[in-house]
C-alpha cells in the first residue's frame, strides 16, 4: 500500500537516518554533509508544498538542522521552520 507523505516522514524522523548521520565516521566527513543537504532539501520542499505536518516532530527536526548547522540547508530548514512558528 501507498503510504501518505506525513507518514513516511515521521518513519524518517524516527529512525536510523536522522540518528545515524551523527555517527558517520569522520573520515566520511563529504558523505555526511551530503546526506544532511539531501535530507534537509527534502524536508524543505515537504514543508513548503505542505504535503507534511511538522507539527510533533518540529523539535527532532530543528535538533537535526541545530547539530548540522554548518551545512547551509540544514540551516535554511532551521530558518524556515522558525519563521512558520512566528507566522
Same mark, same amino acid.
Do not use: W, Y
Given at each position: ?18 540518528? @545515524?548521520?551523527? #555517527? ?6 563529504? +558523505?555526511?554533509? #551530503? ?13 513548503? +508544498?505542505? @504535503? /507534511?505536518?511538522?507539527?510533533?516532530? +518540529? ?14 540547508? /540544514? +540551516? /535554511?530548514?532551521? #530558518?524556515m521552520l522558525k519563521a512558520q512558528e512566528g507566522a
Amino acid at each position: 500500500s501507498r503510504q501518505s507523505f506525513p507518514t513516511v516522514l515521521g518513519q524518517l524522523t524516527q529512525s536510523p537516518p536522522l540518528h @545515524s548521520l551523527a #555517527r558517520v565516521p569522520p573520515q566520511d566527513n563529504h +558523505a555526511q554533509s #551530503r546526506l544532511v543537504q539531501l535530507l534537509s532539501v527534502f524536508l524543505q520542499s515537504l514543508v513548503r +508544498a505542505r @504535503s /507534511a505536518q511538522i507539527g510533533d516532530m +518540529a523539535i527532532e527536526i530543528q535538533s537535526f538542522c541545530i547539530g548540522f548547522s554548518r551545512v547551509k540547508e /540544514a +540551516a /535554511a530548514l532551521f #530558518r524556515m521552520l522558525k519563521a512558520q512558528e512566528g507566522a
